[in-house]
């Protein structure tokens, strides 16, 4: 039967959640107007305007609306489990903005270099968008939920869900607790608590590189049934051969160089099943929406994304084949893209 009530609830969390968010943004983009942008850069692509981004915003979370309505997951957004932490993150968001403004003015995304620990990969001990502290401290962790649905107009976790569509499709006429899902690159584990909310007896996986990111995800699960989390480098997963039935991956491949973007699609196809399914979701690319490349130039430009140029114009569908992950379908939602491929069987 139709869930009419949660797709009411849904819209309207949705709808308050981008009023709310759109408004943090506003003010942000005022503090930083000034610098974002150095001087002498001109997008030689279109770029939309506000209202055109917020219309596709509503677009994407009228979809989250109707797949809630469908049955596909269940209503909820993070913020209104608590409010209250909700607003202390903000606060703290605010109170680093001042730092964050001053590096990004200065082009300077070593912060992290103050905390790494151990053998890691140069190209991760960045701090990407200049968040303070990269990937690897307490504080980056807390603050990049709010930071990322600031950015996204609080469309983030609705861009994950896309990607619930095809999984549900796969699932059909599955049982659930034989099934091994690895959501690879899990950060604060926004998706797969959406994930675990909407199948409560899988067998579920997150796997990240950063163990402050795995803690906040372990402590945003709560009380929901346990994950097991896997702190490893997704080059080389700690995982066996043809164990997974579904991987997913949300915003990573865009800041991995294009030799990393290979190695890691390798180690994805290496672990699922055949006829597995994977379900990658990212950044649009150049020409997915061609009235918006001027965005995707200006992206690299504003915040620091090492890696993101070269995303933007890689070949993923060559790269997905390569390694006998197959097109089953493609979808584009807001910002981002979802990519469902399946492992040959
Ligand atoms: C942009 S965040 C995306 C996080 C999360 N999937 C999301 O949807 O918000 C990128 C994440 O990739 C992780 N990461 C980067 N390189 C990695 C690697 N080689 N192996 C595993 N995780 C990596 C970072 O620690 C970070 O949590």
């Given at each position: 039967m139709a869930d009419q009530m949660g797709m009411t609830l849904q819209l309207a969390s949705n709808v308050a959640r981008m009023t709310w968010y759109s408004g943090i943004n506003w003010v942000v983009?005022?503090?930083?107007?000034?610098?974002?942008?150095?001087?002498?850069?001109?997008?030689?692509?279109?770029?939309?305007?506000?209202?055109?981004?917020?219309?596709?915003?509503?677009?994407?979370?009228?979809?989250?609306?109707?797949?809630?309505?469908?049955?596909?997951?269940?209503?909820?957004?993070?913020?209104?489990?608590?409010p209250l932490e909700h607003l202390r993150r903000l606060r703290d968001m605010f109170q680093d903005l001042p730092d964050l403004v001053s590096r990004r003015k200065e082009r300077d995304a070593t912060s992290v270099q103050d905390v790494v620990d151990g053998d890691l990969p140069d190209y991760f001990t960045q701090d990407f968008h200049f968040q303070t502290g990269g990937y690897l401290t307490e504080?980056?962790?807390?603050?990049?939920?709010?930071?990322?649905?600031?950015?996204?107009?609080?469309?983030?976790?609705?861009?994950?869900?896309a990607g619930l569509r095809s999984i549900a499709q796969f699932m059909q006429g599955?049982?659930?607790?034989?099934?091994?899902?690895?959501?690879?690159?899990?950060?604060?584990?926004?998706?797969?608590?959406?994930?675990?909310?909407?199948?409560?007896?899988?067998?579920?996986?997150?796997?990240?590189?950063?163990?402050?990111?795995?803690?906040?995800?372990e402590r945003h699960m709560g009380r929901l049934r346990p994950v097991q989390w896997l702190k490893a480098n997704a080059e080389a997963m700690p995982l066996e051969d043809s164990s997974q039935d579904i991987v997913t991956c949300v915003f990573l491949f865009h800041e991995l160089p294009p030799e990393v973007r290979r190695i890691v699609t390798r180690d994805i196809?290496?672990?699922?099943?055949?006829?597995?399914?994977?379900?990658?979701?990212?950044?649009?690319?150049?020409?997915?929406?061609?009235?918006?490349?001027?965005?995707?130039?200006?992206?690299?430009?504003?915040?620091h994304e090492p890696y993101y140029r070269s995303y933007a114009i890689d070949d993923l569908d060559g790269m997905f084949t390569a390694?006998?992950?197959?097109?089953?379908?493609?979808?584009?939602?807001f910002l981002s893209k979802v990519m469902v491929r399946r492992k040959n069987a």
């Open positions: 983009q005022r503090q930083s107007r000034r610098i974002t942008i150095p001087a002498g850069f001109t997008p030689t692509g279109p770029v939309p305007a506000r209202n055109e981004l917020l219309a596709d915003v509503r677009e994407l979370l009228r979809a989250d609306a109707e797949a809630v309505r469908e049955g596909l997951y269940p209503p909820g957004n993070e913020e209104t489990a608590n504080g980056s962790a807390r603050l990049y939920d709010v930071q990322v649905e600031t950015l996204f107009y609080g469309a983030a976790a609705a861009m994950r869900r599955k049982d659930q607790r034989h099934v091994s899902w690895v959501d690879v690159a899990c950060g604060t584990g926004r998706f797969l608590r959406d994930v675990r909310l909407a199948y409560p007896a899988m067998q579920l996986t997150g796997l990240d590189l950063s163990g402050t990111y795995l803690e906040e995800a196809a290496r672990i699922l099943k055949p006829g597995g399914l994977f379900v990658f979701t990212d950044s649009l690319q150049m020409g997915d929406k061609p009235s918006w490349d001027g965005l995707l130039e200006a992206f690299p430009v504003r915040f390694e006998g992950l197959e097109a089953e379908g493609k979808e584009l939602a």
